[in-house]
């Protein structure tokens, strides 16, 4: 079993209702997220491309975070999925400076939280928070061994990437281009 995610974005309206939904279903602080959204622009008038998307923690199979952490709390959970484990770690950071993609941050309660893929919904045969309020249904998630997953199924028709390759991590964030 290998978790993943992959976000279009052709479809991706930048409406941040995934944001919303994390952050009520995991009760994140206000003025923190484990989620986020981001426009780029390339080129230049009259040829502009811009690209919406939803970002968050990567789930890399290759994670920097976990191999840095000097008590553990970052590990791998069922499905490849990366968890913190609140009571052992002593959020010291190195997990946060480790990380390309910029996907964690400090706890005012004293640890580093993240994306966790709605860990607790997915042990309940729920989509995450935010792939179940997209309105535009961009967000797929599902397991890659699973061919009939949503994730699978979108992986094989539709071209797409990750970012930052060239850091090795191997993620399971994939966007859809």
């Not at 484990?34 to 290759?62: F, K």
């Not at 042990?123 to 995450?128: A, I, L, V, W, Y």
Request: aromatic share 8%; net charge positive; charged share 20%.
């Amino acid at each position: 079993m290998r978790y993943a995610m992959a976000v279009d974005t052709k479809k991706c309206v930048g409406c941040s209702d995934c944001v919303v939904a994390c952050q009520t279903e995991n009760n994140v602080p206000i003025g923190f997220c484990r989620d986020w959204v981001v426009e780029t622009m390339a080129g230049s008038y009259p040829q502009l491309e811009i690209e919406i998307r939803s970002e968050r923690c990567n789930h890399c199979a290759n994670a920097p975070c976990v191999r840095c952490c000097p008590t553990g709390a970052s590990h791998f959970d069922t499905g490849g999925i990366i968890l913190v484990k609140q009571n052992k770690c002593i959020g010291c950071g190195a997990c946060i400076a480790s990380c390309p993609y910029d996907a964690r941050y400090p706890h005012p309660d004293g640890y580093v939280d993240k994306c966790t893929f709605c860990v607790q919904r997915i042990r309940n045969g729920m989509p995450p928070a935010c792939a179940a309020v997209c309105p535009t249904k961009c967000i797929y998630f599902g397991d890659l061994d699973d061919p009939n997953s949503d994730v699978s199924l979108v992986l094989k028709k539709r071209k797409f990437k990750t970012l930052i390759p060239e850091a090795g991590t191997d993620p399971k964030l994939y966007f859809l281009i």
